[in-house]
């Protein structure tokens, strides 16, 4: 099974539990296709760096299994066509930006040669003769996506890349993302972000707790959440609320801050106006509202179900 | 492997830590092993008390016993340098995490430790060759000054010499290199390494040395076996402080070639089965 069959990341039941007992990903099924850029989406802790790690081959999982760019991970056939920035962009503190990417390539088997495109696509060539250690944290995430990049991938895993950027270099990450997945490559990208992920993924896959409890487009996963509602502003609340229980169901209704929001088609708006009004409620605001990403994270992750207690002497597989 | 190897080179030349690890080797062993000795046995002290007599032992230092001291100096200084050098390129892969780093590239885990194995092979070769080149130009001025003269050891004494050598300095990088695999700290290799060496072998190893049990014990470990290795080369007289050997030097050779191998086997059988990463 290799790219060309449309997924470039496939995992069966992945399971990682580690011998402290926590359990980290807990059946775990992913699919990247060939070519997307895919956001891996989760809080802190939800298990998305423990994923990314068994699909480079670094921890091995204790059940389930995977398939990486055509291999089993971490086999020298997934890792030649796989790049990845796990984690934290780790690198020899007394060699400088150009001589880490050298070990790397040599490590690599990638000619020398490469080493120059990959510094310029990153912006990074007029630092590349300074020490590693002096690097801001924007400096080595940049040096960690140019080291990713040295094989000329087609598959990119990359960890939080923009963590510990400022507004700037957030920015210029983003963009550089988005020049990544050009030429048909594959970026399976971990974020906590929701901004991030909205703006530079074509798929996302939500993990909370250690599982996968949605994977879709944004769109697709603002729908399976509800997707619109109708925002209403009355006063007087009370007067609006019992009012609106006798025209709606009560799953249809949640009030924030003074405001309704209505699970309804846009096209009843006009009609529940009305009632409003002539039942004496003063309307002010009356829209319909996209909900956002954001809405839809805090809804799945709170939802997700909190992963069983470890069995009593149960551990990592040897 | 020739991969790792590579990538290993550029590591070990540009890595200062190395270069001053063989600059106190060498400045150690020229001059407390050589100037100082030579300096101190030309004209000792009123109350200098030995059964051989300062104008012999002084010839400690000259070409005909440059096998023996050397090596004697290589056991103690030697064998720590060896360990701290082992340690740092196994142990601070963890610290700084490049060992994550280094295995999502192309390479097998096998592939990358034997690359860094057959690195320190040759950086604990070059560093035997060196060391028996400097040691043997300052005998040579040593004797030089002194007026006399010596005769060099055979060329067999001298290839038997430097690859006694060569295998001590390989065995102690190896243990260290072991050791930075199984405890992943820098601090705990090389803590627990020289604590190895200065107390269970150099202490408890001459304490316990004549007590039946534990002489059986001591028989295996490789400070005892490189030991008899180095007292198979003689000094050119009779040094008062010879202590009797509990194996001979060839069962020295084998043991320390199989301590070599263990700790090889050992540090690629966790390199390649633990985790990296996680709690």
């Known amino acids: ?318 | 492997m020739i991969a790792s190897l590579r990538a290993e080179s550029v590591k070990t030349r540009k890595r200062w830590a190395n270069w001053i690890l063989f600059g106190i080797l060498l400045l150690t062993l020229l001059l407390l092993g050589y100037v100082l000795t030579y300096v101190l046995l030309s004209n000792p002290p009123p109350n200098f008390r030995s059964q051989v007599p300062a104008r012999i032992l002084k010839r400690e230092v000259f070409p005909e016993n440059l096998i023996p001291n050397v090596l004697a100096f290589s056991s103690t200084i030697g064998a720590a340098i060896m360990i701290i050098l082992g340690g740092l390129s196994t142990a601070s892969e963890y610290g700084w995490l490049t060992v994550q780093t280094i295995l999502i590239q192309k390479p097998s885990r096998t592939a990358v430790l034997l690359g860094k194995l057959a690195m320190l092979a040759i950086v604990t070769l070059l560093i035997s060759v060196v060391t028996l080149a400097a040691t043997a130009l300052t005998s040579y001025l040593l004797v030089t000054i002194d007026g006399t003269s010596s005769n060099w050891p055979s060329t067999t004494v001298l290839l038997k010499g430097f690859g006694a050598l060569w295998l001590a300095f390989a065995v102690w990088t190896a243990f260290g290199m072991f050791l930075g695999v199984a405890f992943r700290s820098t601090a705990a290799a090389i803590g627990g390494g020289l604590t190895y060496l200065f107390v269970g072998e150099a202490l408890l190893g001459q304490l316990l040395r004549n007590t039946e049990g534990v002489k059986e014990v001591l028989r295996f470990l490789p400070g005892v076996n490189a030991g008899a290795v180095n007292a198979s080369f003689h000094l050119t007289f009779r040094s008062p402080d010879t202590a009797t050997q509990l194996v001979d030097a060839t069962r020295g050779t084998i043991t320390l070639v199989a301590y070599l191998v263990a700790f090889t086997v050992l540090a690629l059988l966790i390199f390649r089965r633990r985790d990296v990463g996680g709690s």
């Open chain 1, 1 to 318: 099974m290799g790219l060309a069959q449309g997924l470039a990341v496939e995992t069966r039941g992945l399971t990682k539990r580690y011998r402290t007992g926590v359990l980290a990903v807990a059946d775990l099924n992913l699919q990247v296709r060939t070519g997307e850029v895919y956001g891996f989406l989760g809080p802190n802790g939800a298990g998305k760096t423990t994923t990314l790690r068994m699909l480079s081959g670094l921890l091995r999982p204790t059940s389930g299994s995977a398939t990486v760019a055509g291999g089993v991970p971490g086999s020298p056939g997934s890792l030649a066509r796989m790049g990845a920035m796990v984690e934290t962009p780790a690198f020899y503190p007394y060699l400088s930006g150009r001589d880490n990417l050298r070990v790397v390539a040599r490590y690599a088997g990638v000619p020398a040669s490469r080493i120059e495109p990959v510094l310029q696509l990153v912006d990074l060539t007029d630092r590349a003769r300074h020490k590693f250690r002096t690097y801001s944290t924007g400096m080595k995430q940049r040096l960690g996506v140019a080291a990713a990049l040295l094989k000329e991938p087609e598959l990119l895993i990359l960890d939080e890349p923009t963590s510990g950027l400022d507004p700037q270099g957030t920015v210029e990450m983003r963009e550089l993302i988005k020049e990544l997945r050009h030429g048909g490559r594959t970026v399976l990208l971990s974020s906590h972000l929701l901004n991030e992920v909205e703006l530079t993924c074509d798929r996302v896959g939500v993990i909370a707790k250690g599982k996968l409890v949605a994977e879709g487009t944004v769109d697709e996963l603002r729908a399976r959440s509800g997707g619109r509602a109708l925002l209403v502003r009355a006063t007087p609340v009370d007067q609006a609320r019992r009012l609106l229980q006798s025209l709606l169901l009560p799953g249809q209704i949640q009030v924030r801050d003074g405001v309704f929001s209505l699970a309804v088609e846009p096209s009843q708006a006009a009609g529940i106006n009305r009632r409003l009004v002539a039942d004496g409620v003063d309307v002010s605001e009356l829209r319909v509202s996209e909900q956002s990403l954001e809405d839809v994270f805090l809804q799945l992750t709170e939802q997700a179900p909190t992963l069983p207690a470890p069995a009593s002497g149960g551990g990592e597989k040897p």
